[in-house]
């Protein structure tokens, strides 16, 4: 199998695991009171699960005069994505309108596919496969789901609300090869799990960011660097 079937394949395992979770979004949308037209139109313009999920939590929980904090809380959970897009940038490369549409398919999973390729063209297979893949088979699936929530019951129990995380694992498992990857994989964990309980959503994972950049970049366990000077555990860019 050639290095490119490899990321292919990689990518639409992960398009596919993702996928299968817009149905749980679909359903739980519609079961908060929104239509299927309105639920439609979150997944093909705000289209990070993350925040989706947030918005219709929070606006399940207070309705209508809840909306405001529901934004808000999309919107802080979706902060992540400016980092993504800083850290996708020079992968995608061109222009600015090559840039802007980038920024659309700018997710967890996308960048997560890229940047595990270790060769830049093959970065940029993965990120477009991964994010266009998903964008048209999370919007798919969210109609799905939003027309056959009631026939569906709770997704949960199909075990929908576990196949993102799944597939995230899949991805990180490969990586966990030194101490110091290890390291941040678990330091991150554990404060996102801990601080979930007390804080709105969205901050738990942005308090984890930040632990696992400090654990990372300071290289808390002694690991050896890697042949460009950055600390083990983090990925730097190649030369071509």
Not at 14 to 27: E, H, K
Not at 176 to 186: C, D, N, P, S, T
């Amino acid at each position: 199998m050639t290095a490119e079937r490899e990321v292919w394949r990689e990518a639409l395992g992960v398009v596919l695991a993702t996928s299968a979770y817009g149905v749980s979004f679909g359903a739980l949308a519609v079961a908060s009171g929104l239509d299927v037209w309105q639920t439609c139109v979150l997944s093909l313009l705000m289209f990070t699960g993350g925040s989706q999920f947030a918005f219709i939590g929070v606006f399940t929980a207070g309705g209508l005069a809840a909306l405001p904090s529901a934004v808000a809380s999309a919107a802080l959970l979706g902060v992540r994505n400016v980092a993504y897009g800083m850290r996708m940038s020079p992968i995608v490369g061109g222009g600015p309108v090559r840039k802007a549409a980038a920024a659309h398919f700018t997710i967890d999973e996308s960048t997560a596919v890229a940047i595990s390729q270790s060769d830049p063209r093959l970065r940029q297979v993965g990120f477009w496969v991964t994010g266009i893949g998903i964008f048209v088979g999370w919007n798919i699936t969210t109609l799905v789901g939003a027309l056959v929530g009631d026939v569906l019951g709770d997704p949960r129990t199909w075990g929908l609300d576990a196949a993102a995380a799944a597939a995230f694992l899949a991805l990180l498992w490969p990586r966990l090869r030194q101490r110091q990857a290890i390291a941040v994989g678990v330091a991150a964990a554990v404060v996102a799990a801990a601080f979930t309980p007390f804080l709105m959503p969205g901050l738990p994972v942005l308090v984890a960011a930040v632990v696992a950049i400090a654990v990372g970049w300071f290289n808390w366990l002694g690991g050896r660097e890697t042949p460009s000077g950055g600390p083990a555990g983090i990925r730097t860019e190649e030369a071509p």
